[in-house]
DNA sequence: GTTAGCACTCGAAAGGCATGAGTGCTAACA
DNA sequence: TGTTAGCACTCATGCCTTTCGAGTGCTAAC
């Protein structure tokens, strides 16, 4: 911890760790009395003003006004986060709920990573979110056609990863039952073990010049619809929950404040794309390390596993003073309850009936 | 209109009718000044204190205190919506665009249902909802189930109208792929034509204990997941969107009513059953005619029709002052558009090519 | 280097006052 | 008998002033 930043000596660190804590905690900006009083270095105010005016020079905190107390910079925030918050324990009652609501495996996929954000969000007290992994590295497992009435199919492709995905297709022209059985065969063979993005990427129109001649003709209304069905896999979801828990935090007291946020985060599609392109693992972004909309905001989100691959990822938005020691531990134990739960094999196979 | 309130002579319907209007555009309480210049009765303001105070005493408006002006009652907007409102005409604009954001039968039913919700939202300025059809009257057409690997196999349910619904299913035992085709062919021919809502009901152990003794050992993995995929099948989809239109509204510039109002209408699975059962067709319902939790509010909805027959369900909520009017009207052509669109033949069948 | 002391700043809360939109009532009018 | 003018009264709103107190920065002494 020592070392790192060397303008500031171990005293600054403790009183700048003390101010960005009782900001976090209160939400009023800190002065020298109360400071001195909480600090267990002995310390007048007199003195811890000089300080603070230091951290002030150097871009530490700042002064809504003259007679105000100090609150912490964005850069404060970071330092602390990175080497000053001390890690904490979340208590068992949390870590029972959690376990208990994510590892029934008797559920899908996406109704755990719902309830994942739920549960975020309740013990956060802030705006959570999760996504649903990326399907672009998921191998195909077979490609079948099924009949539905005379002049329509239903596709469906199903993954290594047992996710099934299906659409009815439309034909243009009558077809016979075998000829959706070789279609599906070819189509099994070619790209059974292959990634989704590696078809899609794919020139899937030659299958129907070359291996599947006899029905080219087919192929015209086929081919559009199975690339559509494979860009819908690619389609991650996007849970949120807890909005109205910004309305307990005083940041947010102002209608047009909450306003503002509540617009950018219910874009749906605009948040996705943030989410998608952050850091992998757990990160935190706070204030200008974000986009210029959420510049008065901190993200932490995580990343899960389901079978040891693909990855999805959640984690909660509010303001820059948010209790980053104990969302982090939250975020990591639902993470790595996930994890387990999304694990290949269920670990407890061998039951004896 | 005359005649059915006997109590209300022309002219305090009149002067209701303005009062209402004014309130639903201004959100001040409206002054005998103010609507002796805007009616085109020639009344002084005295006249109409006459008027406004026996309207007061039956209940149709109310006195926030003493020096302020009158804001309609319950019953005031109840009259104002069932006789005194008159039809709006939905601006060409809008119903283009309605027109070309819905009709794109390229898409998915859950997708354009979505749609629906967020164009609502857009043109009325409130927040708007819109769930997927309840499919327990879809009968179904076919039963699959497909392996995957060795114990896993994916049980697929076709219906009638095209909707696929599929779970991968964990067997206890190991299977023969012939045995996976003589289950679907004789749940096929048991269910086929059948009801979810009566399949749901029907004693399923039954067929494997006779039509299918040699899988009666199956049965018992498969017969709760057929049951919970069924089930899956009959939930609604909830869509919203507009959230953040709310803080336009003066009612909610008090962070604490914005606040109690998103709490009730995030809260999925409760504000879905409020939806669920509310009146077929056009149901307005204002204020107390509501749910406690919703008392300050008004609910505008409509039913859409899929094939006919599958109905699912839109709409808009938002203060008791809502411009009835120009929301219903736009929602009516919503629900048009959709129907038309989620005809069972599309009208342009006959297509040259 | 630390601290006590002190003048100074500035936001927030409280009180007072004027304003004006509104009412209800009464008495006069058509 | 319905309509209206006139007038006293009410009450929310906005504005101004004052007070209060938490906070700072600076200086001088320890």
């Known amino acids: 911890m020592k070392g790192t930043n060397m303008d500031l000596n171990e005293r600054k660190l403790k009183i700048l760790q003390a101010i960005v804590a009782d900001f976090i905690s209160t939400s009023e900006p800190v002065g020298s009395r109360t400071l001195s009083k909480r600090l267990d270095l002995d ?14 020079d150097m871009g530490y905190l700042t002064h809504p006004h003259t007679s105000a107390g100090r609150v912490p910079s964005d850069k404060a925030y970071r330092l ?22 994510l590892s029934s495996d008797a559920e899908e996929l996406d109704q755990t990573v719902e309830h994942a954000a739920h549960l975020l969000s309740e013990m956060t007290n802030l705006v959570s979110f999760a996504i649903t992994p990326n399907r672009s590295e998921s191998k195909i497992n077979y490609i079948n056609f099924l009949p539905v009435d005379e002049e329509t199919v239903v596709l469906m492709i199903v993954c290594e990863d047992g996710k099934v995905t299906n659409s009815a297709i439309k034909l243009n ?8 059985t070789l279609m599906s065969k070819v189509m099994t063979h070619n790209f059974k073990g292959k990634t989704i993005s590696a078809v899609l990427t794919a ?3 030659d299958l129907f010049e070359n291996d599947m001649k006899a029905l080219s003709e087919m192929g015209g209304s086929v081919v559009p619809s199975f690339m559509k069905t494979l860009e819908k896999m690619l389609n991650v979801d996007l849970y949120m929950d807890g909005y109205s828990n910004i309305f307990a935090l005083p940041e947010y007291n102002d209608v047009n404040k909450a306003k503002d946020f509540l617009s950018t985060v219910t874009n749906k599609d605009q948040f996705t794309n943030v989410l998608v392109n952050r850091d992998q693992g ?17 993200l932490i989100t995580a990343d899960y596993k389901v079978n040891g691959k693909m990855v999805g990822r959640l984690g909660v938005i509010g303001p820059k003073r948010m209790k980053y020691d104990e969302v982090t531990s939250v975020i990591k134990y639902i993470t790595e309850n996930l994890n387990q739960t999304f694990e290949i094999e269920a670990p407890d196979e061998g039951e004896d009936e």
């Open 43 to 56: 310390l007048s105010p007199a003195t811890i003003r000089n300080e603070m005016s230091d951290l002030e």
């Open 80 to 101: 602390y986060v990175d080497q000053l918050m001390s890690a904490s324990d979340l208590p068992d009652q949390n870590k029972q709920e959690i376990e208990a609501k």
């Open 173 to 180: 022209c009558k077809y016979q039952e075998d000829q959706l």
């Open 203 to 205: 020139n899937i129109a």
């Open 282 to 298: 757990l990160s935190i972004t706070i204030g200008d390390e974000n986009s210029p909309d959420l510049s008065d905001c901190a």
